[in-house]
Nanobody, 121 residues
Framework: VQLQAFGGGLVQAGDSLRLSCEAS????????MAWFRQAPGKDREFVAL????????LYADSVKGRFTISRDSAKNTVYLQMDSVKPEDSAVYYC???????????????WGQGTLVTVSS
């Protein structure tokens, strides 16, 4: 499985942005798809995750109510809708695939290349 993330860019605080993560190959129903982010000088942190087979979701407290993770199985794509973005949301965003319902990056075996999001104040 290969993951390709795109959709990042430069936006202003309060704007919206949608990230996409396209997966090649078959994604099993048991898979968990997640978004993580890493800002310069900081550790990679969990953002959101969803089960591939059903619309169960989990969010980091820092993005809850502002970000929405979703998936389109017909397109083999996972999305991260980012609304009301803040400067502290600036980071490289990575999509990942695993099998554990987990916010720990070590539990994910497949990673996309990352897409940069910069939020200006």
């Amino acid at each position: 499985v290969q993951l390709q993330a795109f959709g990042g860019g430069l936006v202003q605080a309060g704007d919206s942005l949608r990230l996409s993560c396209e997966a090649s190959g078959r994604i099993y129903s048991s898979a968990v798809m997640a978004w993580f982010r890493q800002a310069p000088g900081k550790d990679r942190e969990f953002v959101a995750l969803t089960r591939w087979s059903r619309p169960a979701t989990l969010y980091a407290d820092s993005v809850k109510g502002r970000f929405t993770i979703s998936r389109d199985s017909a397109k083999n794509t996972v999305y991260l809708q980012m609304d009301s973005v803040k400067p502290e949301d600036s980071a490289v965003y990575y999509c990942a695939r695993g099998i554990q319902w987990s916010g720990q990056s070590d539990d994910y075996s497949y990673w996309g290349q990352g897409t940069l999001v910069t939020v200006s104040s």
